[in-house]
């Protein structure tokens, strides 16, 4: 867990699972074959790339505590949905070192917001932003609506997002 001395008052206010629950995010990821895992609060996150309170990724199970951040939980599923099953057995912490991959992933978190009551993609947005997410256009919601067609693209023709942007499960 981020100790408040380290975190920003912007990035203290971001959405966190606790705020949401686990069920409706544990039944976004079965959609995809993926499983949730509640890790208890105080105890290190199996898988987390970045550590404290970030999610983590092992195969195909997601691990969050309630006070992960939701941004945080749908970019660890998102890398795992992008990947072909045959990858995601094998990830450990690190899904990919594909910028292609990694965009996809940051377009799919977004989408996949609107998908989780409460949440939605403008706060998930706002939430990245505050948690320093950079794209060259200056945020997260101009990346998205205006310089991301290369990951949506990617996603359809992976078959991940339908013409209308709408995501497609497995």
């Not at 949401?20 to 290190?44: D, K």
């Not at 057995?89 to 799919?108: G, K, M, P, Q, R």
């Given at each position: ?82 990947l072909p099953a045959e990858r995601r057995a094998f990830v450990h912490t690190d899904a990919t070192d594909s910028i292609a991959e990694e965009d996809a992933t940051c377009y799919l978190q977004i989408v996949l917001a609107d998908e989780l009551p409460g949440v939605g993609r403008i706060r998930l947005m706002s ?44």
């Amino acid at each position: 867990m981020s100790s408040e001395s380290n975190t920003s008052p912007a990035e203290a206010n971001v959405m966190r699972l606790e705020a949401i629950g686990f069920e409706a995010p544990a039944a976004l990821l079965a959609r995809y074959g993926l499983q949730l895992l509640r890790v208890e609060p105080g105890t290190a996150i199996p898988g987390s790339f970045w550590g404290d309170d970030e999610a983590g990724i092992i195969g195909t199970t997601v691990y969050a505590r309630g006070d992960t951040p939701v941004h945080s939980l749908l970019h660890e599923a998102g890398h795992l949905i992008v990947l072909p099953a045959e990858r995601r057995a094998f990830v450990h912490t690190d899904a990919t070192d594909s910028i292609a991959e990694e965009d996809a992933t940051c377009y799919l978190q977004i989408v996949l917001a609107d998908e989780l009551p409460g949440v939605g993609r403008i706060r998930l947005m706002s939430d990245m932003d505050a948690w320093g997410y950079s794209f060259r256009l200056g945020s997260t919601r101009a990346w998205f609506e205006q310089d991301a067609e290369n990951a949506r693209q990617w996603l359809m023709e992976h078959g991940l997002l339908d013409t209308q942007g709408r995501p497609v499960y497995s």
